[in-house]
Nanobody
Framework: QVQLVESGGGLVQAGGSLRLSCAAS????????MGWFRQAPGLEREFVAA????????DYADSVKGRFTISRDNAKNTVYLQMDSLKPEDTAVYYC???????????????WGQGTQVTVSS
């Protein structure tokens, strides 16, 4: 059973930074792609970033490129999302998820965490 647990959300002023963490367990990590998605009130869940455990290749949504950085620590089985220069429009519940191949589609991600709230005040 795959388990994902996010942490690190909170309230921050515009221009500030937060780092989200996602602790993973329960499967062979070298064959997994880890992604971050977010869902703001009244909107659909959207792709934010993804990273391959093996190749370290990354992918970012245009809206966060240059401000967010996804990384992972294999020894700790943890993936991170460093969020800098935060904007009020980044306010959302952030979810980490696991897939077997790189994708921006949430349909390709079989396992999900419970989500962590990020609120950016103006």
């Amino acid at each position: 059973q795959v388990q994902l647990v996010e942490s690190g959300g909170g309230l921050v002023q515009a221009g500030g930074s937060l780092r989200l963490s996602c602790a993973a367990s329960g499967w062979i990590l070298s064959r997994t792609v880890m992604g971050w998605f977010r869902q703001a009130p009244g909107l659909e869940r959207e792709f934010v970033a993804a990273i391959s455990w093996r190749s370290r290749s990354t992918d970012y949504a245009d809206s966060v490129k240059g401000r967010f950085t996804i990384s992972r620590d294999n020894a700790k089985n943890t993936v991170y999302l460093q969020m800098d220069s935060l904007k009020p429009e980044d306010t959302a519940v952030y979810y980490c998820a696991a897939a077997s191949a790189p994708s921006r589609s949430q349909d390709e991600y079989a396992s999900w965490g419970q989500g962590t709230q990020v609120t950016v005040s103006s």
